[in-house]
């Protein structure tokens, strides 16, 4: 989708269900000589959760890795509010608000609670801004208040996840990419993190969100893409996807 301009300014780019603040348009990816995307193209609005299901190895990962620059686009646009990041590098592109919460969690070892959520602001030079961030966080995720002097490695898997989406939080994200937040999670604690998603949402931030758990994901979001050997193969509302049994197991390999 091409932004249009007036002077100087760049005016995003709309569609029907909103103000796109994220745009991938026609991309594709490679690992060396191996395509993993091909002619990728979804919209993220503002406000939304938008979710990208399809099974592993479909290109869901990819597609995240590609938007925060950790994988090159070898064709199509990536654009943030209208205009281009694909050529940005992935710090670069953090700092324009765009965070990555990989899979896996990442959690540095050796390092307290507290100091990897401070790594999360290493953009952030205003030292009263990281500590209200920093305040913001703990009162989101009262647990890593409680062992925030604790070497991080020591927590669990659901805190680790708490910790990673801290540490996203910590740079004041406009867009979050989150991939697989439930993995590996008890049902519990995988209730606990789509909770605080959906507060996250409520509060401002635009996600991009790859789950595993699809049911769960398209309860969550407000609209989704099915991913399929690199290519977008469906597209729609989430409540629709949802209840249309035929689609999930066709796409997902789900039964009713």
């Not at 348009?25 to 000589?33: H, K, L, M």
């Not at 479909?58 to 281009?84: F, M």
């Not at 953090?94 to 401070?118: K, M, Q, T, W």
């Amino acid at each position: 989708m091409t932004p249009t301009t007036t002077a100087d300014t760049t005016v995003a780019p709309t569609s029907s269900r909103g103000e796109v603040r994220l745009s991938i348009t026609d991309v594709d990816a490679f690992y060396g000589r191996i395509q993993a995307l091909r002619g990728v193209s979804l919209d993220v609005c503002r406000g939304e959760i938008v979710t990208l299901l399809g099974s592993n190895g479909a290109g869901k990962s990819t597609t995240l890795k590609t938007i925060s620059g950790l994988v090159r686009t070898s064709r199509g646009d990536i654009q943030l509010e209208g205009q281009s990041i694909k050529r940005l590098a992935a710090h670069q592109i953090a700092r324009r608000g765009v965070v990555h919460v990989p899979e896996g969690r990442r959690i540095l070892r050796g390092l307290s609670v507290r100091e990897n959520l401070e790594l999360g602001a290493f953009t952030v030079r205003d030292g009263a801004l990281r500590g209200r961030r920093l305040a913001e966080v703990y009162a989101l995720f009262p647990i890593l208040h409680e062992r925030r002097h604790q070497d991080a490695s020591l927590l669990s898997g659901g805190q680790q996840q708490m910790l990673a989406m801290g540490r996203a939080l910590m740079h004041g994200p406009s867009v979050m990419l989150l991939d697989e937040p439930s993995m590996g999670l008890a049902p519990k604690l995988v209730t606990e993190i789509m909770r605080i998603i959906r507060r996250l949402n409520e509060a401002g931030t635009t996600i991009l969100l790859v789950e595993q758990n699809a049911r769960l994901a398209l309860r969550l979001a407000h609209y989704a893409y099915v991913i399929e050997n690199g290519a977008i193969r469906l597209q729609g509302e989430a409540a629709r996807l949802r209840e249309d049994a035929s689609v999930v197991k066709a796409y997902l390999g789900l039964a009713e």
